[in-house]
């Protein structure tokens, strides 16, 4: 392959990064002109820009209204180990792992928390674990794996009826994908995913039945300020308006208000889902075309629209050692970089060797079909490297 010159087309936006992820189209500093600085997050303007976040988040998501949903600490981490911390212990716990983030969530409950019945089903980067759940016991398990850009295709194998809890973290799902609310009970996500929000914060919905387990199970362990849901065995409705536990950044919420109303004004969520499939679907028709590159997803159904893995497929590359081909994908993310087409592009640090696009609603499929054509020539060079090395 020998691409002989570089591109003409560059992308508008070269920001492909998984998170903190690109704004929103159009966005400029002026869409944060009346966030409420300098001012107590419990005041009454600002708790109401807070409440609001919560009400057309909800709305957006088509969540139940029976559903509680909060703004916590510390990002998606911070609200699934909520979850974890306070939830988990009174069931048998399963686990599916197959990236980095539902590997550590695997690690929280059996090592960290240390709990006596706990099933983990794992699998490699690029595969899904066997899905089972158990209605008897609680589940633990990410929705798309942002490390692996392999996602579940459904839902169908946790029960409706189910006696145990299912949590579900969904960071780089929330907003792109369509999550069946019957068939989860703690959902989470941060605002810097999808709608290209800001880092520090996350989002904890909750079910009536995670609901019930919080008042009716107290963990024999101590939980920290920030974990805590409950008061007096009730739990503490404020959280779910807009009380924040800790302070929050107003500048932040404001911008997630922005992009809460950016995806109002092209449609919902049906317009969002649409624009991270197109852009999954740009990429796929490349990947079919060009014999070097391969989707980290074995299975087409299990193709992240967001964190859009790819994986060298050529010969030569598979023949080198592991730490050499972490060394040409590093190159290859490092060439894109120095020619400002894409930044933030490398696979996860822990990931196979290759490249990560994300795909979220925020990138404009015209700006990665821009950059595929670079991707060929950086890669082109790079070969041409290695024949001149070999000859």
Same mark, same amino acid.
Request: proline residues 7%; hydrophobic residues 50%; glycine residues 8%.
């Given at each position: 392959?020998?691409?002989?010159?570089?591109?003409?087309?560059?992308?508008?936006?070269?920001?492909?990064?998984?998170?903190?992820?690109?704004?929103?189209?159009?966005?400029?500093?002026?869409?944060?002109?009346?966030?409420?600085?300098?001012?107590?997050?419990?005041?009454?303007?600002?708790?109401?820009?807070?409440?609001?976040?919560?009400?057309?988040?909800?709305?957006?998501?088509?969540?139940?209204?029976?559903?509680?949903?909060?703004?916590?600490?510390?990002?998606?981490?911070?609200?699934?180990?909520?979850?974890?911390?306070?939830?988990?212990?009174?069931?048998?716990?399963?686990?599916?792992?197959?990236?980095? *983030?539902?590997?550590?969530?695997?690690?929280?409950?059996?090592?960290?928390?240390?709990?006596?019945?706990?099933?983990?089903?794992?699998?490699?980067?690029?595969?899904?674990?066997?899905?089972?759940?158990?209605?008897?016991?609680?589940?633990?398990?990410?929705?798309?794996?942002?490390?692996?850009?392999?996602?579940?295709?459904?839902?169908?194998?946790?029960?409706?009826?189910?006696?145990?809890?299912?949590?579900?973290?969904?960071?780089?799902?929330? *907003?792109?994908?369509?999550?069946?609310?019957?068939?989860?009970?703690?959902?989470?996500?941060?605002?810097?995913?999808?709608?290209?929000?800001?880092?520090?914060?996350?989002?904890?919905?909750?079910?009536?039945?995670?609901?019930?387990?919080?008042?009716?199970?107290?963990?024999?362990?101590?939980?920290?300020?920030? *974990?805590?849901?409950?008061?007096?065995?009730?739990?503490?409705?404020?959280?779910?308006?807009?009380?924040?536990?800790?302070?929050?950044?107003?500048?932040?919420?404001?911008?997630?208000?922005?992009?809460?109303?950016?995806?109002?004004?092209?449609?919902?969520?049906?317009?969002?889902?649409?624009?991270?499939?197109?852009?999954?679907?740009?990429?796929?028709?490349?990947?079919?075309?060009?014999?070097?590159?391969?989707?980290?997803?074995?299975?087409?159904?299990?193709?992240?629209?967001?964190?859009?893995?790819?994986?060298?497929?050529?010969?030569?590359?598979?023949?080198?050692?592991?730490?050499?081909?972490?060394?040409?994908?590093?190159?290859?993310?490092?060439?894109?970089?120095?020619?400002?087409?894409?930044?933030?592009?490398?696979?996860?640090?822990?990931?196979?060797?290759?490249?990560?696009?994300?795909?979220?609603?925020?990138?404009?499929?015209?700006?990665?079909?821009?950059?595929?054509?670079?991707?060929?020539?950086? *890669?082109?060079?790079?070969?041409?490297?290695?024949?001149?090395?070999?000859?």
């Amino acid at each position: 392959m020998a691409i002989a010159s570089m591109p003409d087309l560059r992308p508008a936006n070269p920001r492909f990064s998984s998170g903190p992820c690109a704004k929103r189209p159009g966005w400029t500093l002026a869409a944060l002109a009346n966030a409420e600085l300098g001012r107590s997050h419990r005041a009454k303007d600002p708790k109401a820009r807070l409440a609001e976040v919560i009400d057309r988040s909800k709305a957006i998501l088509g969540m139940p209204a029976d559903w509680r949903l909060g703004i916590v600490p510390a990002s998606d981490t911070g609200a699934v180990e909520m979850a974890l911390w306070s939830l988990l212990g009174p069931r048998g716990v399963d686990v599916l792992a197959w990236e980095s *983030f539902s590997k550590d969530w695997a690690t929280d409950v059996a090592k960290q928390l240390k709990l006596p019945d706990v099933r983990i089903a794992d699998a490699p980067y690029g595969r899904l674990p066997v899905l089972a759940a158990d209605p008897a016991r609680d589940l633990v398990f990410v929705w798309n794996g942002t490390t692996s850009g392999v996602r579940l295709p459904d839902a169908d194998f946790i029960p409706t009826v189910r006696e145990g809890l299912a949590i579900c973290d969904a960071t780089s799902a929330a *907003f792109a994908m369509d999550l069946p609310w019957d068939k989860l009970d703690v959902v989470t996500w941060s605002w810097q995913k999808v709608l290209g929000g800001e880092a520090a914060h996350g989002m904890l919905a909750l079910s009536p039945r995670a609901v019930a387990r919080l008042e009716s199970y107290s963990p024999p362990w101590p939980l920290p300020k920030i *974990f805590r849901m409950t008061k007096g065995g009730k739990l503490n409705e404020g959280l779910f308006k807009g009380e924040t536990i800790n302070t929050p950044s107003m500048l932040a919420v404001e911008d997630a208000l922005d992009g809460l109303r950016w995806a109002e004004a092209i449609g919902g969520l049906p317009a969002l889902i649409a624009r991270s499939e197109a852009n999954l679907a740009c990429i796929a028709d490349w990947v079919a075309r060009t014999p070097w590159v391969d989707f980290l997803a074995e299975v087409p159904a299990t193709r992240s629209s967001t964190s859009i893995c790819l994986k060298f497929a050529a010969p030569w590359v598979q023949a080198l050692a592991a730490e050499a081909q972490a060394g040409l994908a590093k190159r290859l993310a490092g060439a894109l970089e120095k020619q400002g087409v894409a930044l933030d592009a490398a696979n996860y640090r822990d990931a196979p060797p290759g490249l990560r696009i994300w795909g979220g609603a925020t990138v404009e499929t015209a700006d990665i079909a821009a950059l595929l054509p670079w991707i060929d020539w950086a *890669f082109a060079g790079l070969e041409a490297e290695h024949r001149k090395a070999a000859a």
